[in-house]
């Protein structure tokens, strides 16, 4: 299969061991490297070669965690061999590996795909088994460690990882300036996500950064002390949503000076 990797990914050594890829639909990727191992954060959608580009950045062998199961992040799970995501949402990463699902998905992306692009094998894809992740799993990857802070609500599987070494805390889709998304099929209710965030909160003593799954730059931290005051207030119906039109049907959505939210009334 081959793939115009210049094209579709912009790379950012943003510390050192610790780079920051970004690829042409506003998904992002992270490879952090220790002396021994080197771990990637989510795949996006598997649309060029995310295999060589790592490749070409780490020697190291390299280690794959999903922040969780959604297909702009599991996709391109077939170019890698050790694949790691919490147990919750294993069954929604392998429904993306179903070629119906897989046919569906390209058909929003074929006016954007390079011309050497090969559909039939991104079609009939297939990923190796992933090994489960729980709460304090640690990646150890010599002078860096990485540590699992469960996070469901977006996902029941939905995970952040922590770098202690850089004090970053990498948070998927949980933690967005965009809106997060809590108007899905596969997301949880809000006093679920409330419970999750306000652990995830306990760590912040730990990082200083946030890089998540679809800002272009570093998230400030101060959008987990609007998500949590401003979730808490939404489900004691001290404040509520205005409608909007999302491409996942509508959604109450509620804007903070640095984040947002969609939800459903249902699933509060």
């Known amino acids: 299969m081959n793939f115009n990797n210049n094209e579709w990914f912009n790379v950012n050594e943003f510390k050192d061991g610790v780079w920051f890829i970004s690829d042409k639909t506003g998904v992002n990727c992270f490879l952090v490297e220790g002396e021994t191992k080197s771990l990637l954060i989510d795949t996006g959608w598997g649309l060029a070669n995310i295999g060589e580009l790592v490749g070409s950045l780490t020697s190291l062998p390299v280690n794959v965690v999903f922040t969780h199961?959604?297909?702009?992040h599991v996709n391109g799970a077939f170019q890698f061999s050790d694949l790691y995501i919490k147990s919750e949402d294993k069954k929604l990463m392998e429904m993306f590996y179903v070629k119906e699902t897989r046919e569906q998905i390209i058909n929003r992306f074929k006016d954007i795909l390079s011309s050497d692009f090969s559909?039939?094998?991104?079609?009939?894809?297939?990923?190796?088994?992933?090994?489960?992740?729980?709460?304090?799993?640690?990646?150890?990857?010599?002078?860096?460690?990485?540590?699992?802070i469960?996070?469901?609500?977006?996902?029941a599987g939905s995970i952040?990882?922590?770098?202690?070494?850089?004090?970053?805390?990498f948070s998927g889709d949980s933690l967005l300036a965009k809106p997060v998304l809590m108007n899905l099929e596969t997301s949880l209710g809000l006093k679920t996500y409330l419970k999750s965030i306000e652990y995830v909160?306990?760590?912040?003593?730990?990082f200083n950064i946030i890089l998540s799954g679809h800002d272009e730059k570093p998230v400030d931290p101060i959008v987990m002390e609007e998500l949590i005051s401003g979730v808490s207030?939404?489900?004691?119906?001290?404040?509520?949503?205005?409608v909007e039109k999302t491409r996942f049907g509508d959604a109450l959505q509620y804007n903070f000076e640095h984040t947002a939210i969609n939800y459903n009334e249902d699933s509060i």
Do not use: M
Not at 160 to 169: A, E, Q, R, S, V
Not at 233 to 242: H, N, T, V, Y
């Open 69 to 72: 199961g959604h297909p702009d």
């Open 119 to 148: 559909i039939d094998d991104w079609v009939n894809a297939q990923i190796t088994k992933p090994s489960h992740v729980s709460d304090g799993y640690i990646f150890d990857l010599g002078n860096r460690k990485l540590r699992v």
């Open 150 to 155: 469960e996070c469901p609500g977006h996902t």
């Open 160 to 169: 952040c990882l922590l770098d202690t070494k850089d004090d970053i805390l």
């Open 201 to 206: 909160n306990s760590f912040a003593d730990d």
């Open 233 to 242: 207030d939404i489900i004691q119906g001290k404040i509520e949503g205005k």
